[in-house]
């Protein structure tokens, strides 16, 4: 049986890029979900983030968020990572659970990223939230236009 935590949401204090998730279980405390990485997923953004950062004077909220969601991660070897967690590559289907509304995507690197094929970029605030969520688990999106309680469907990876 697979652990989905029941509740996240995107804390008012920060910005929606911060990705800083917090979770309700069965006592009234809040505590930071764990968030699972490959170690080649791991690696990889690592250096990303590294790049980007080295060639501007500051940091973008959301590489600022990435960072801190890679210094917290729990990292295990690529064949150790459960198939439903979302990866670099993976195909994800968030559900909106006010309207229905599907939204697929493959998550991936920058220079990948495309809308029209519905490639989605590891820097896109969203992106970062949800690298290491796995399917079914629930969460509070905001946007301007209010806030959204979405749930990740499914996670693929190729």
Same mark, same amino acid.
């Given at each position: 049986m697979t652990?989905?935590?029941? =509740?996240? *949401? =995107?804390?008012?204090?920060h910005n929606i890029t911060s990705a800083t998730l917090l979770h309700s279980m069965t006592t009234p405390t809040l505590a930071t979900p764990a968030l699972r990485l490959s170690s080649v997923d791991h690696q990889r953004l690592?250096?990303?983030? #590294?790049?980007? &950062? *080295?060639?501007? $004077?500051g940091a973008s909220e959301t590489l600022t968020s990435l960072r801190r969601e &890679?210094?917290? #991660?729990?990292?295990v070897a690529p064949e150790l990572l459960p198939p439903d967690v979302v990866a670099m590559g993976?195909?994800?289907?968030?559900? $909106? =659970?006010?309207?229905g509304e599907v939204d697929a995507y493959t998550l991936v690197f920058p220079e990948q990223a495309d809308s029209d094929k519905g490639h989605l970029s590891i820097l896109a605030p969203i992106g970062t939230a949800i690298i290491g969520f796995t399917a079914g688990d629930t969460f509070a999106w905001r946007t301007p236009g209010g806030t959204r309680k979405l749930r990740i469907r499914s996670a693929r990876r190729p």
């Open positions: 652990f989905h935590p029941p =509740l996240f *949401s =995107l804390q008012p204090s690592s250096l990303l983030v #590294a790049s980007v &950062l *080295s060639g501007q $004077d &890679l210094e917290r #991660a729990e990292v993976s195909r994800v289907e968030i559900e $909106d =659970l006010e309207n």
